[in-house]
Every structure is written in structure tokens, then in C-alpha cells.
């Protein structure tokens, strides 16, 4: 089944503890990319990645970093998270290289607390 | 840059009412793509639909319907006859077309809570 995937679902840490979000997808899709959501806010763009070895700042990207080493991973580092990161968090992919480049896959969510 | 407002934070309905959610939005772009998406309780978004610039024909499927109009940068769904299933989160977004500097980014709204009473 074509999908994005996400782990943890559900993950609660205290400041300062370095955590990681894996994302992967299992479509080939070259373009990746995380959103957070906050109340009020809708969803913003973290930061994105075009290919392997390539990646972008979006939005937001304070206190974060990614990596994209292979076409199927894009995870989500947050070295020293903050009670400011508490958020639900969206892993995305569109296939680029087949012209269908406004069909978002989204993965579904993490539910990060931070305190 | 792009926006997307969705001045209604909050909806409440009763079963059986129809209910238009609101969606304007900003953009310099003459090709251009709007979204609009659900977020139950459950957490997840499930994609309802995409709409191009240079398509403005209203769209229905089953209870759902769309209005778009380029005039006034609006682009509006409309919910006939609601059920409590409907209660959820929705949000319109919008994406430019390839040839933009930031295309693939989904620029969303805030969101409308719509919450249907039996």
C-alpha cells in the first residue's frame, strides 16, 4: 500500500533531550517535507527537501534540523527540544518526477509534548 | 507571499443544517492551486479536493460543494444537510504551480472547527 509513514504517533519529553521523528515513504516520491500544526495557526512548512541531499529551510524551521541520505527517509531532528515544540507534526510527499506535483501524501501526524 | 484566511474559527450547527465555510485567499500568481482538507478527531488530514487557477466551475460530490471565484479570491465549501460525522476540522490551503519559487509548499489557513449537534 502506497503510504507515508511516521514515528513515534505520540511521544511526550521533557526540554533539552534530543528526539527524532522518523518519516519515510514508499512511493519514490523526490520532494518531502514537514509541517507542524498549532491552534489558530493552521499548518506551516518546516523545512523541505527536493531530493536526496537536498533540503531547504520552509517557515519555521527554528529548532530543527532534517537530512535527507536516502529518497524514502526524511526525518525530523530536534536536538534540544522546547516547550514551544509542543505541536502536531506532518511528514508530506508529492511526486515531483511524474508531473503530479500538487498531490501532497501526508503521513499521520505526531503528537509531540514537551515539558 | 501567499495567504490564506479563514475568518471562522468556529462553526456550531445542528444536524440537517447546511453550513458554508469560508476560505480567501492572497496570491501574485496567475497559475495557482486550492485545496481544501479535513481533520477529524482522529488527528489525520483526508484530502477532499484540488482545484486549478483556471478552472472556476463549481464542483459537487455527494453533500459537498464547491464555489469558486476568482473575482473574489474566495473559495468556499459548502456542507448540505450536515451530519454529527462532519464535525472535524477544515482547512482550505494553497499551492503555486511548478513554475513558482516555493512550489510544493501547501500554504494553509487557519483552520474552521465545525461541530455538529445531533
Not at chain 1, 33 to 44: F, K, N
Not at chain 1, 56 to 68: F, H, I, M, N, T
Not at chain 2, 16 to 26: A, F, Q
Amino acid at each position: 500500500e502506497a503510504q507515508v509513514t511516521q514515528n513515534p504517533r505520540y511521544l511526550i519529553t521533557v526540554t533539552g533531550k534530543k528526539l527524532t521523528v522518523t518519516c519515510s515513504q514508499n512511493m519514490n516520491h523526490e520532494y518531502m517535507s514537514w509541517y507542524r500544526q498549532d491552534p489558530g495557526l493552521g499548518l506551516r512548512q518546516i523545512y523541505y527537501s527536493m531530493n536526496v541531499e537536498v533540503t531547504d529551510k520552509g517557515d519555521v524551521p527554528e529548532g530543527y534540523k532534517v537530512s535527507r541520505k536516502e529518497k524514502r527517509n526524511f526525518p525530523l531532528i530536534l536536538e534540544s527540544p522546547s516547550p514551544n515544540q509542543t505541536s502536531l507534526y506532518f511528514c508530506a510527499s508529492i511526486p515531483l518526477a511524474s508531473g503530479r506535483y500538487n498531490e501532497q501524501y501526508f503521513g499521520p501526524g505526531t503528537r509531540l509534548t514537551v515539558t | 507571499a501567499q495567504k490564506v484566511t479563514q475568518a471562522q474559527t468556529e462553526i456550531s450547527v445542528v444536524e440537517k443544517e447546511d453550513v458554508t465555510l469560508d476560505c480567501v485567499y492572497e496570491t501574485r500568481d496567475t497559475t495557482y492551486y486550492l485545496f481544501w482538507y479535513k481533520q477529524p478527531p482522529s488527528g489525520e488530514l483526508v484530502f477532499l479536493i484540488r482545484r486549478n487557477s483556471f478552472d472556476e466551475q463549481n464542483e459537487i460530490s455527494g453533500r459537498y460543494s464547491w464555489n469558486f471565484q476568482k473575482s473574489t479570491s474566495s473559495f468556499n465549501f459548502t456542507i448540505t444537510a450536515s451530519q454529527v460525522v462532519d464535525s472535524a476540522v477544515y482547512f482550505c490551503a494553497l499551492s503555486e504551480a511548478i513554475t513558482g519559487t516555493s512550489y510544493g509548499k501547501l500554504t494553509f489557513g487557519q483552520g474552521t472547527i465545525l461541530t455538529v449537534h445531533p
